[in-house]
DNA sequence: CTAGCTTCCTGATAGC
DNA sequence: TGCTATCAGGAAGCTA
């Protein structure tokens, strides 16, 4: 469900709210979504500790904490995370709850718990989060044709699969990697092997266009955010293929069709993304 | 090194 | 109505 775009949103409308907050009370309610250190310490850890910034990294959300320790949260697919008033109504799934010292709860949801927490000491190393493995930013300067050729023309894996692989563009899941091939007009399945200099060149300028057009599209204030806590995220009007099979492309009018890629669902046009 | 499969988990939906 | 099977997909773990 969060995709780069979401947790983005979740962090803009988030740090605001937290900046210079400390926490009063930690309240774990389900240790599994506890990753690093062990529940009690982690808890023992961040309890007094003061927010000064937020940022993102791939799909990682990183809460900087004045102690210059971290707090890492990676949402997986059903991960959420509200501030909320102190007497707002619990939701089903709520796995951690950090009682702020304005009466406001960080409250996290995650009903399918694959969402994960670090807590990341000055003295630790952040490889404790495999957050070092990933590769560049989509809006990185750096993410050009050469960089993408460089990494993946000689594998046999296809690009939809490539695109998914964070250690070379952090932040591209499966709603996107439908969305980008579709614009860049590559059937899914095309191998990396057999992508053209002008392939990579409409991936490289598609990727970061994409992801900031579906940034834009997210825009919505704090209070959009707290009542559609719930909201499902996907097949947003501005998707264009993603979810799309069986209606027309808006380009050509052909029906959208959908296979299997690397166990992931894909749709495509048929005559806009032509096999090779 | 890669390919391919499984695991984690719940809820929505399809089919009988 | 009520049961079971399937699918959704991010990322890691496993086997060959």
């Known amino acids: 469900m969060p995709k780069l775009p979401e947790v983005e949103t979740v962090r803009r409308i988030l740090e605001p709210q937290l900046i210079g907050r400390s926490i009063k009370k930690v309240e774990v309610l ?3 979504i506890i990753a690093h250190p062990a529940a009690k310490q982690f808890a023992g850890s961040l309890s007094a500790q ?3 910034g937020m940022d993102r990294r791939g799909k990682f959300l990183i809460f900087q904490l004045e102690s210059s320790a971290r707090l890492f949260l ?8 509200l501030v909320t008033p102190r007497d707002y109504p619990c939701e089903k799934h709520t796995h951690l709850v950090l009682h702020l010292d304005n009466g406001m709860q ?3 949801i995650d009903v399918r718990r694959f969402g994960r927490f670090w807590y990341i ?3 630790e190393t952040e490889n404790i989060t495999g957050i070092d493995k990933l590769g560049l930013e989509p809006f990185d300067k750096q993410l050009i044709a050469e960089y993408l050729k460089s990494r993946l023309f000689q594998k046999k894996k296809s690009i939809k699969e490539m695109l998914h692989d964070q250690s070379v563009v ?3 899941g499966n709603i996107y990697s439908d969305e980008i091939l579709y614009l860049c007009g590559i059937y899914p399945e095309t191998k990396c092997t057999e992508l053209s200099d002008t392939d990579w060149e409409k991936l490289s300028r598609t990727i970061p266009q994409e992801l900031a057009l579906a940034i834009k599209e997210n825009k919505m204030s704090a209070e959009e955010y707290l009542a559609g806590k719930g909201k499902e995220y996907r097949n947003t009007p501005f998707l264009k293929a993603y979810g799309h099979d069986g209606m027309p492309c808006p380009v050509c009018g052909s029906i959208f069709e959908r296979i299997t890629v690397a166990g992931r669902s894909s749709c ?3 005559k806009c993304q032509k096999m090779r």
Request: glycine share 8%; proline share 4%.
């Open 106 to 108: 960080l409250r996290y």
């Open 50 to 52: 003061k927010f000064s």
């Open 121 to 123: 000491d000055s003295k």
């Open 74 to 81: 990676h949402l997986r697919m059903t991960g959420q995370l």
């Open 30 to 32: 389900n240790k599994q």
């Open 268 to 270: 495509y046009c048929p």
């Open 170 to 172: 952090a932040g591209i």
